[in-house]
């Protein structure tokens, strides 16, 4: 013991270690307590006076828990003189860990045991690193694949995967998933929707469930274009989706066609479609003219009639001058004035 000492007190002073030293050191003391003894030189400052030898391994564990280097948890390197008989090269210990029974690691609870390093693969007067009641790390999950489950409507999504060492220990999660519309189904092919599942566990991959949405049925329907006094002026017959041709607007003098009052470019069902027209001058009052063609005939008549039968559509201009008695309505009486007006002129 008062040899080491003295070896201490010569490192802490500056002085180079002879072969002797090296040799002492390396058979005069247990090989159980080898490690402690060579770390514990390194830092010799540390010790001030002569202790068993069984105290070498507690005073190094202070001075790893100082937070010096060389700390013998895990694995660490160490060397001795370079030329000291027997010396080891700078090298890496790896521990074996053996569990007491009973005391064995779970994937969450730590485990007690002992551990040993042996390096007979660096020299044959192998160092032999030995140590009781250790505590061994808990082994961590080790996750098996993940499976997944879609509900029947595909609205919610299920993400599971169990432990292959513990298979009580599983985790799992659902989550609601997104809905998308990627392509829309039409008369000539169908359509594609998504699902998408995402989850908050980084474990579990992202899912997508694709549906194919159904083409869509074609159907036969009929399109009718009229005039603004419910003239005909086109019957067509479109298959569903498709577009109906629109016909030549009648020229009305002081007025301008402006399009038709319902979209025809995709047609879903049956369609009225009626001509617009704008005024292009001042109005002319021409009692009995109900069209506003300039002129009074039966034509007028008629579509006084059917006004007042609401069948037909005039402009606020034909009302004024259909409106022969001046009481503010339009019926079969105001037509059987136009039509007397036509004949006394006639």
């Not at 008989?85 to 009973?102: A, K, L, M, S």
């Not at 999660?173 to 000539?188: C, D, G, I, K, R």
């Not at 009626?274 to 300039?294: F, I, K, Q, S």
Request: net charge negative; hydrophobic share 35%; proline share 4%.
């Amino acid at each position: 013991m008062q040899v080491l000492v003295e070896l201490m007190v010569a490192v802490a002073n500056g002085q180079p270690l002879g072969g002797g030293w090296t040799f002492i050191t390396s058979h005069k003391l247990a090989d159980k307590f080898d490690f402690d003894k060579q770390s514990l030189i390194s830092y010799a400052t540390k010790l001030t006076e002569p202790h068993f030898m069984d105290t070498y391994s507690v005073i190094q564990a202070q001075i790893n828990a100082e937070g010096d280097p060389g700390a013998r948890f895990h694995t660490h390197s160490y060397y001795t003189a370079e030329n000291a008989d027997g010396g080891r090269p700078i090298h890496t210990h790896t521990y074996t860990y053996v569990p007491y029974e009973g005391h064995e690691p779970t994937c969450t609870e730590a485990g007690l045991g002992y551990r040993y390093c042996l390096c007979s693969e660096v020299n044959e007067d192998y160092y032999d690193d030995y140590q009781k009641n250790v505590v061994i790390p808990a082994l961590g999950h080790a996750w098996g694949e993940a499976a997944y489950t879609w509900s029947d409507d595909h609205g919610e999504c299920t993400a599971q995967h169990v432990c292959t060492r513990e298979a009580d220990h599983i985790e799992s999660e659902t989550v609601q998933s997104v809905y998308a519309v990627v392509t829309e189904p039409s008369y000539e092919a169908p359509g594609l929707a998504r699902y998408t599942a995402t989850f908050e566990n980084e474990a579990f991959a992202v899912q997508i469930f694709e549906v194919e949405l159904p083409q869509l049925e074609s159907e036969t329907f009929t399109v009718t274009f009229v005039d603004w006094d419910g003239e005909v002026l086109s019957v067509q017959t479109v298959v569903s989706g498709g577009a109906a041709t629109a016909p030549e607007a009648p020229e009305r003098e002081g007025w301008i066609f402006t399009g038709w009052d319902v979209d025809f470019s995709n047609v879903t069902s049956d369609l009225t479609v009626t001509a617009l027209y704008e005024e292009t001058g001042p109005a002319v009052t021409l009692r009995g003219d109900v069209n506003c063609d300039g002129a009074v005939d039966a034509t007028d008549a008629l579509l006084a009639l059917r006004k007042s039968m609401n069948l037909a559509e005039i402009t606020p201009q034909g009302f004024v001058n259909g409106d022969m008695n001046g009481d503010g309505t339009l019926n079969a009486t105001d037509a059987v004035l136009i039509m007397r007006e036509v004949i006394a002129v006639s």
